[in-house]
T-cell receptor
Framework: KAGVTQTPRYLIKTRGQQVTLSCSPI?????VSWYQQTPGQGLQFLFE???????NKGNFPGRFSGRQFSNSRSEMNVSTLELGDSALYLC?????????????FGEGSRLTVL | GQQLNQSPQSMFIQEGEDVSMNCTSS?????WLWYKQDPGEGPVLLIA?????ELTSNGRLTAQFGITRKDSFLNISASIPSDVGIYFC????????????FGTGTRLQVTL
């Protein structure tokens, strides 16, 4: 059974640009959530999508957005990039019937903003 | 953003030793979880706890959900080299689905 797949794995952008990250969940998983991981702030929840609807949102500015498609694949977008957006962005999927907190993470997309 | 307080921040232990780490919060959670992250990988769920006072084991790992619902601890017995990594606690509140609040992490290094 394939795991959560994130693309791209690494990318470099400059301030002011925008970026789109993609996540393919485990087959059958309809919930996709996104987390930002940095050395200073640790793992922070960005948002969660279920059946193409945002179900929960963390405390991030509006520059961070996401969406989910009918096949459960998800994308997140960061516009007007800032240096502080450099981070590992992790996607996680879960079954609706999963026990609370049982998330399966991908390997992440490492974004560097110059 | 909020992070849970996890201690110790890092630890060096010898193979075969037991390890203890704990996590505390100023607010209560309905679920406590422990994840492990290896370099270049995403976190992997080790143990989940759903009831205050619950003690759960997974092989050499044992975790407990604090009675106040504001803390949890993880024990690893007879550590082995593959236990190396960063361990994160995480808390989840009722009705928040996949929204987890993670701890600051404990980096474990094992010497032979």
């Amino acid at each position: 059974k394939a795991g959560v797949t994130q693309t791209p794995r690494y990318l470099i952008k400059t301030r002011g640009q925008q970026v789109t990250l993609s996540c393919s969940p485990i087959s059958g998983h309809r919930s996709v959530s996104w987390y930002q991981q940095t050395p200073g702030q640790g793992l922070q929840f960005l948002f969660e999508y279920f059946s193409e609807t945002q179900r929960n949102k963390g405390n991030f500015p509006g520059r961070f957005s996401g969406r989910q498609f009918s096949n459960s694949r998800s994308e997140m977008n960061v516009s007007t990039l800032e240096l502080g957006d450099s981070a590992l962005y992790l996607c996680a999927s879960s079954l609706e019937a999963s026990l609370p907190g049982e998330l399966f993470f991908g390997e992440g997309s490492r974004l560097t903003v110059l | 953003g909020q992070q849970l307080n996890q201690s110790p921040q890092s630890m060096f232990i010898q193979e075969g030793e037991d390890v203890s780490m704990n996590c505390t919060s100023s607010s209560i959670f309905n679920t406590w979880l422990w994840y492990k992250q290896d370099p270049g990988e995403g976190p992997v769920l080790l143990i989940a706890l759903y009831k205050a006072g619950e003690l759960t084991s997974n092989g050499r790992l044992t975790a407990q959900f604090g009675i106040t619902r504001k803390d949890s601890f993880l024990n690893i017995s007879a550590s082995i080299p593959s236990d190396v990594g960063i361990y994160f606690c995480a808390g989840q509140r009722a009705g928040t689905a996949s929204k987890l609040t993670f701890g600051t992490g404990t980096r474990l290094q094992v010497t032979l």
